[in-house]
């Protein structure tokens, strides 16, 4: 019985594991793409990035997956926090 107690931990264990380890990280693939190509990306100095949150997926009719981020930024210095919101598309 402890026997297969162990089996079972340690079965459940390098599942726990290897679903960790293959899964790609898509909030950091999207965040770099963002900087590089959105014009309007906040630069830190004057727009700070308070939020980058991953949605979800969109699949179209014909078959293509868009991937939906809700983007958050502030305009710093102000006393009173203003900024942007926005949904970020990446394919």
Do not use: N
Not at 38 to 55: C, H, M, N, S, V
């Amino acid at each position: 019985m402890r026997r297969l107690r162990v089996t079972m931990l340690l079965f459940v264990l390098s599942l726990l594991c290897v679903s960790c380890a293959s899964r790609p990280d898509l909030r950091g693939h999207m965040l770099q793409a963002a900087e590089h190509t959105d014009r309007d990306f906040p630069d830190g100095t004057q727009r700070k990035l308070t939020q980058f949150a991953y949605i979800g997926d969109v699949t179209t009719s014909d078959g293509s997956i868009f991937r939906i981020v809700a983007a958050r930024s502030v305009i710093t210095g102000m006393l009173a926090p203003r900024g942007q919101a926005w949904l970020s598309v990446h394919d």
